[in-house]
Nanobody, 112 residues
Framework: VQLVESGGGSVQAGASLRLSCVASGFTYSSHYMAWFRQAPGLERERVAGITQAGATIYADSVKGRFTISRDNAANTLYLSIDSLQPEDTAMYYC???????WGRGTQVTVSS
């Protein structure tokens, strides 16, 4: 099983990013997927989740700025982030959390 994230970077406040996660080694389309983030000194938090059918859920702190989506044909999960703020700085992880499958993360750093 592999989950490989990409798309992070260092940006200015107000910028946008699109994170991607390519899955392999399991039946991606059959599983609930989610994005988590962890900032230094803080606990990991789920920022967005998406069911096999495409229903989505977001943390209150990111509603309206984050959009999770999935392409089951391409085994790829996405997270679009608008209006990035310094408090969004964290390592972002892709996961099939109910199966215990996690990627290694992609770093997002936002400067003011």
């Amino acid at each position: 099983v592999q989950l490989v994230e990409s798309g992070g970077g260092s940006v200015q406040a107000g910028a946008s990013l699109r994170l991607s996660c390519v899955a392999s080694g399991f039946t991606y389309s059959s599983h609930y997927m989610a994005w988590f983030r962890q900032a230094p000194g803080l606990e990991r938090e789920r920022v967005a989740g998406i069911t096999q059918a495409g229903a989505t859920i977001y943390a209150d702190s990111v509603k309206g700025r984050f959009t999770i989506s999935r392409d089951n044909a391409a085994n790829t999960l996405y997270l679009s982030i608008d209006s990035l703020q310094p408090e969004d700085t964290a390592m972002y992880y892709c996961a099939a959390p109910l199966q215990g499958f996690w990627g290694r993360g992609t770093q997002v750093t936002v400067s003011s």
